[in-house]
């Protein structure tokens, strides 16, 4: 069998065929990511595998019906490839607020132990055909009648609280479309956070812009958000006018700004930024800005771009196994060398992992071959 890395990022960018759709725990279609995708796990690690996308219907891999341990093998041209397992559905899913709203409404089951949520399902930047970010699909969701505009501190705390309990979630992210003001978010994550934490014990990780005030990474620090996830995407300039229009009217420079402060409220390695490989930066470009990254103690999580339907990047092409292979395991040298890992980080996307190969070239450190 490839090793533990290789496997993970050939699913992940080729994506798998399943014999029963209905094995491990629901898939969702469009919207919020992510989507698309059905969590497995290899290795003792639990990742997204894209299910319902253009490159997971070509796929060349093969998923065999699970048995009765929901284990399940992989075959590629008939021949095996790997083991996987299917976590099981969350248990908290099949419950309600008092005035009827679905809890998974308000948040839903990443991988297998993290409740992630978006407190406000809308943005300015979706909002406007010339400022949207291309590969965005937040408004789906709310659009199809699966989600709510806006989760109250209180609808949180109740399904966080029932999440711990049911199911043993161990931690949280919680992102948010941006609104029109100047905190970018940090106040209603901030309030967010405060009604979780006083209902449970629960790591939280916040995702927004960056403030224009660097005092709210302080206070949503005071509120009880643990980690801090303030997301490029994409890094060259050009390409991010091109691909996030609105988003890049924000310059590297505030974000670079708002990292350093962040890290000194948050702590070397508690601040993350999502970068999407495959959107057209060059290999080189994402190593270069992750070498800016780790050096001031931000974790560059790296995952592929997965296009989603009904959004005006939905035919892009996912990048190849090669191509995550020249960033992967050099990148995982690199936040190794700065003193980082996943497993340092209290919460959110870079601790959870599941979206990118990253954190297994981290722990196996694996050769760096890609898969023919």
Known sequence: MPDTGSVITDLQT???RMIDPRAGADSRRGGAGPTDHKAVTIDGLTVMIPVHTHAAFDSPYIVDAPDAEGR????????FFAEISFPKRASFLDLATADGIPYGHIAQLHAKDVLATTVLQTCIRYESRKKTCKFCAIGQSLAAGRTIAHKTPAQLAEVAAAAVKLDGVKHMVMTTGTPAGKDRGAQVLADSAEAIRAAVDLPLQAQCEPPEDDAWHRRMKDAGIDSLGMHL????????AEIMPGKAQVPLEKYFDSFAAAVDVFGWGQVSTYILAGLGDTPEAILEMSERLTAIGVYPFVVP???????PLESHAAPTPAFMHSVLPPLAAMIRKAGMSAEDIKAGCGRCGACSALSAFEKFAPKEKALA
């Open 14 to 16: 080729r994506g798998m």
């Open 305 to 311: 771009f997965v296009p989603v339907s009904g959004t």
């Open 233 to 240: 995407e994409v890094v060259t300039p050009e390409l991010r």
């Open 72 to 79: 399940a093998r992989v075959t590629r041209d008939g021949t």
